[in-house]
């Protein structure tokens, strides 16, 4: 271990579609109320990408300008992981596709699926090539137009998501800042409580499975919504224990966005005031792996993260799975 490179977030970047997807909209779509979808979930509005953008074109903005707040230029990239569940295409993936785009030459480029613990799952795999030595810079990307797998004719559903992109360049700090602690984990067989029916080898695309309306997201929400409250607490105790880090120290609590009271039960748990935890999924629902890269950058825009905070980062979602990471912020670079 001692002969490891430390690792950390060198910069972020993000980027939401323009239309605005409000309650008041949802309202006319579906049976539902401002009121129910505010009192049970927290959400205001989302946003929703146009009929011609694809998750490569959120992924680019977001990825340029983590690029140029760096400084570092896409033919520095050793390796693109893209988190998605909604990537451009089955194959190419859409790593590929943003290699291509940024014209990073010397990258690898990868997709990582794990829903909306996907981006956790991204930086916790490009930090081991750092870490190693093998790879430099390596730019992480959690990505997701959900809108374009939502059913807007289930209101159990449609009142939660949302499209956006984040991008957080990694690269090597100085010893003993960035990545003390990352916990991973899956339970495959709560698979069924949160999926995408067809489009896969299981049930390819056919006239029956469009009209069966098995081209959108499926979940039991409040089975998952038990399962969230769960992991949430657990992976936080998880990366703390594993950094020697009490839950006194814990400067920024950066959540999935899913659901405030799922937010709500993690602030109350760890006995946190509001301002030590991010939350933006008034204005942005559910953007699944993209929830955390964008509350982070949000909240690095903001101020909120200081030279050696420990930040938090903490998501759960389909697989079933789960993942947290523990950070020693640092501005300094290697
Ligand atoms: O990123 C990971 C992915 N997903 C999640 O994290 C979601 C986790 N789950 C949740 O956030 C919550 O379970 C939901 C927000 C999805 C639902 O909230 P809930 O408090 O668990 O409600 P429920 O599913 O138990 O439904 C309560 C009632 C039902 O009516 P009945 O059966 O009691 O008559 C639903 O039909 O609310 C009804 N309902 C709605 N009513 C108005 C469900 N959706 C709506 C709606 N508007 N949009």
Redesign the pocket.
């Known amino acids: 271990m001692s002969r490891m490179r430390a690792v950390g977030i060198l910069s972020t970047g993000s980027c939401v579609p323009e239309r605005v997807l409000t309650n008041a909209d949802?309202e006319k779509m579906?049976?539902?109320?401002d009121e129910?979808?505010v009192t049970?979930?927290g959400i205001r509005e989302r946003r929703i990408c146009s009929a011609d953008e694809a998750s490569s074109d959120l992924a680019y903005q977001a990825a340029v300008k983590a690029l140029e707040k760096a400084n570092v230029t896409a033919d520095e990239l050793d390796l693109i992981i893209v988190a998605t569940i909604t990537p451009d295409t089955l194959f190419p993936s859409t790593a590929c596709l943003l290699q291509e785009r940024l014209g990073a030459k010397r990258a690898a480029a990868m997709d990582v699926s794990a829903?909306?613990t996907g981006f956790l799952y991204g930086i916790a795999t490009a930090s081991q090539f750092i870490a190693t030595g093998l790879y430099r810079y390596v730019l992480v990307v959690g990505v997701e137009t959900l809108s374009k797998i939502t059913d807007y004719k289930d209101?159990?559903?449609?009142?939660?998501f949302g499209d956006g992109a984040g991008a957080a360049l990694l690269g090597p700090v100085p010893s003993g800042f960035g990545f003390q602690a990352f916990d991973l984990g899956a339970d495959g067989s709560g698979g069924p409580l949160?999926q995408l029916p067809a489009g896969g080898s299981r049930i390819p695309a056919s006239h029956e499975s469009v009209e069966n309306r098995l081209h959108y997201i499926a979940?039991a929400?409040?089975e998952?919504?038990k399962f969230?409250v769960r992991v949430m607490s657990s992976a936080t105790e998880a990366v703390l224990a594993k950094a020697g880090v009490s839950k006194e120290e814990i400067d920024l609590l950066v959540p999935?966005q899913?659901?405030l009271?799922?937010i709500e039960a993690a602030i109350k748990r760890f006995g946190l005031s509001e301002d030590k935890v991010v939350v933006n999924l008034d204005r942005y629902g559910?953007m699944?792996s993209a929830?955390i890269p964008v509350a982070l950058d949000e909240a690095l825009a903001a101020g909120r993260i200081n030279e050696g905070d420990t930040v938090v980062l903490v998501g759960?979602?389909?697989g079933l799975t789960w993942g947290a990471s523990l950070l020693k912020w640092t501005f300094q670079r290697l």
């Open positions: 949802l579906v049976d539902t109320s129910w979808i049970r979930t829903a909306c209101r159990n559903t449609c009142v939660l949160l979940m929400g409040r998952v919504f969230a999935h899913a659901n009271r799922i559910n699944s929830s759960f979602g389909g």
